[in-house]
C-alpha cells in the first residue's frame, strides 16, 4: 500500500512567527504585520518562482533586519517539532514494507535540512517537494505529477494533509484521503485501521 505524507502539521508541528520574530528590531512597531506581510511571499518561494537568496535579500530588507542570511536561515528553518504519535505512525507502516512518499510544499532553506535535522525522514521511499515540481498544493499539477512521477494507482493510495482544500485537491485527483488534526490522532488511527483492513 502506497501513502502520501504532508510534512507540515501531520509529520512536523510549526510556528514560524514565533521564530522570525528574533529577526526583528527590538525597537520594531507592527512586529505582526511586518511578519505577516513576510509570509506574503511564501507561497511563491514554495513554488520555486524566487530563487533562495533573492528571497532571503527581500524577506530582510522587509523586517529592516541586520541578520545576516545565514542567520535568517538558521531562525527559518527553527520552527520546526516533531508529531512524534504520527512518527510512530510511520515506523510501522515502513516496518511492514508499505510505501511511503513525502508529498509537501516546502521550500530549499527547509529541504534537505529536515532529512539532516530529523533522521527519521529516512524512512521515506521518495518525495514530491512543490518548490521543485514549481507547483504548490492544491495545483492540480502537482497531484498529477505525484501520480506520474511515483506510478501510483490513485484509488490505491492514502493521502494524509492537514489542509482541506489540499484534501478536496487529492479527492478530486482520485486518491483516498484524510484530512489530519493534530488535536485529534486518534480519529486518524481510526481511518487508518480502516483502510489497513480493507487493503
Known sequence: MTFLFDIGRVLLDFE?????????PVDCEDRRGRLERLLERKDDFEAGKIPEDEFIDWSLERLESEATPDEFRSVWR????????????????????HRLILFSNINSIHWPWITEAFPRFSRFHGAVLSFEVGAIKADPVIYQHAIEAHGLVPEQTRYIDDLPANIAAGRKAGLRSWQYDLKDHAAFEQWLEAELAEG
Open 16 to 24: 514560524y512567527e514565533r521564530s522570525l520574530e528574533k529577526l526583528l
Open 78 to 97: 527553527s520552527i520546526f517539532v516533531p508529531n512524534a504519535p504520527m512518527w510512530q505512525v510511520v515506523e510501522r507502516l515502513a516496518e511492514e514494507g
